[in-house]
């Protein structure tokens, strides 16, 4: 049974940084796909970042540059170093994962797998 716990949300100034967490089990990195999606309040979710079993990892747009999403397979745990936060990077933050090989980061929502969330505020 595949089971993704999150942690490490917490609420942080603009232009501070936070490093989300992802504990998986029940499954091995070299055969899942594994990223990151957000939903703030009253939107729909956003696909963040993925990360293939190979290593290859997609950012949208709105986080390339800041956002940086890798694995610690020792761990199993994934990992979303975030720098740089805006007040719009404001939302739940989701880990994922799915049965492939590859996926574009605006699929992280759609993965079979999620996680209960850790929520993340950008506030001065």
């Known amino acids: 049974q595949v089971q993704l716990m999150e942690s490490g949300g917490g609420s942080v100034q603009p232009g501070g940084s936070l490093t989300l967490s992802c504990a998986a089990s029940?499954?091995?990195?070299?055969?899942?796909?594994m990223g990151w999606f957000r939903q703030a309040p009253g939107e729909d979710p956003e696909g963040v970042a993925t990360?293939?079993?190979?290593?290859?990892?997609t950012y949208a747009d709105s986080v390339k540059g800041r956002f940086t999403i890798f694995i610690d397979d020792a761990k199993n745990t994934l990992y979303l170093q975030m720098n740089s936060l805006k007040f719009e990077d404001t939302a739940m933050y989701f880990c994922?994962?799915?049965?492939?090989?590859?996926?574009?980061?605006?699929?992280?929502?759609?993965?079979?797998?999620r996680g209960q969330g850790t929520e993340v505020t950008v506030s001065s």
């Open positions: 994922a994962a799915d049965h492939r090989v590859w996926a574009e980061a605006d699929q992280a929502a759609d993965f079979a797998y």
């Open positions: 990360i293939d079993p190979d290593g290859s990892a």
């Open positions: 029940g499954l091995s990195s070299s055969s899942y796909c």
